[in-house]
């Protein structure tokens, strides 16, 4: 079975865990994935096995941490302790056909003919037909966004805040690779983890070109790092609750299989800039979306819950959601004089 991690904080103290249903073990001297990613560089060793060596006797009941009952809380399942900013949060979009659909759909005033197919659907064929180049070659490039720094990474039990200039949010259930930049510049997957991409959709309907600013926003992820999972053909699901019932849920499924892109083509496609590439960065990746709730008309609003589950990636990822109850503030810019 995978190794899994998850990263707490009492107060000032934070600690690393290994999941062991129903309890968490804490792992000796350790304050961070971060710091034991890099130790197991160091040393040569596999992570897992590092993890396993730190293993201490103590022991917390797992669930009253997860549902937020203990004086431990649970962090982003990674992020980098003392410099937020060097870890760079992205994505892969058009990666699954449920989302090209939901894209073409969104931005398409024609429908059916080949003529007709947006500049989304266009990349997923893009994709379809050279996104899973043989070994040691390179495919097509898959569509790239940024979604900013570590500081937008949200936890699980945390709010994925819609900010007052937002037209919208809304949740897009992945899965993340998470990644540490050797000394020697080397990208260096430490593992994935369950994501909820959190965009605003809204906004992005009204030009395709609105999308990069429309990433713009926070997202969660956690509430468990899988070291080496099995990423072929992950089913899942995603639920929206409201005060207390489920307005929409879906099976969901990601993985290579069901990707047009390899994962070897994905990452090489963000890892060929240098400036990736810098040694002690973090990066979190998202690998796409199978569907949106926005796609079949639904619209999130202040307190709905998001649940995203995939099997094999540990417990469910719960994310509320918070809307600005104050509009957007003219921000000016004062000169230097």
Wanted: with cysteine.
């Amino acid at each position: 079975m995978s190794t899994r991690l998850i990263q707490l904080r009492k107060g000032p103290e934070r600690a690393v865990a290994l999941v062991e249903e129903p309890h968490l073990r804490l792992l000796a001297e350790t304050e961070s994935v971060y710091a034991l990613a890099n130790e197991s560089l160091e040393r040569g060793a596999r992570l897992s096995s590092l993890a396993a060596e730190k293993a201490t006797g103590e022991v917390l009941d797992y669930e009253p941490v997860y549902e937020g009952r203990s004086k431990w809380r649970i962090l982003p399942s990674i992020d980098h302790p003392d410099e937020g900013a060097r870890c760079l949060v992205s994505g892969t979009g058009l990666t699954h056909l449920g989302s090209a659909r939901d894209r073409q759909s969104m931005h398409s005033h024609n429908s059916g003919s080949d003529e007709n197919l947006t500049d989304s659907m266009k990349m997923f064929r893009w994709g379809r037909d050279g996104g899973r180049p043989p070994a040691g070659e390179i495919g097509v490039s898959p569509e790239w966004f940024f979604k900013g720094t570590g500081s937008g990474l949200r936890a699980h039990n945390e709010a994925l805040e819609i900010p007052g200039y937002a037209e919208d949010g809304g949740e897009e259930a992945e899965i993340a690779g998470v990644y540490l930049i050797s000394p020697q510049a080397q990208p260096i997957r430490i593992g994935m983890t369950q994501g909820n991409e959190f965009s605003d959709h809204s906004f992005e309907k009204r030009n395709y070109l609105y999308l990069a600013s429309s990433k713009l926003r926070n997202c969660a992820i956690g509430p468990e790092l899988v070291i080496d999972p099995e990423f072929d053909s992950v089913p899942g699901q995603v639920a929206i609750t409201r005060d207390g019932h489920c307005v929409w849920s879906k099976p969901i499924r990601t993985g290579e299989a069901e990707m047009c892109h390899s994962l070897r083509n994905i990452e090489h496609h963000h890892f060929k800039f240098a400036g990736h590439r810098r040694p002690g960065d973090l990066h979190v990746h998202f690998f796409g979306a199978d569907c949106l709730s926005f796609g079949e008309g639904v619209r999130l609003s202040s307190g709905d819950l998001i649940q995203i589950h995939f099997e094999g990636f540990g417990r469910p990822l719960r994310s509320s959601v918070s809307a600005a109850d104050v509009p957007s503030q003219l921000v000016s810019v004062t000169p230097l004089k």
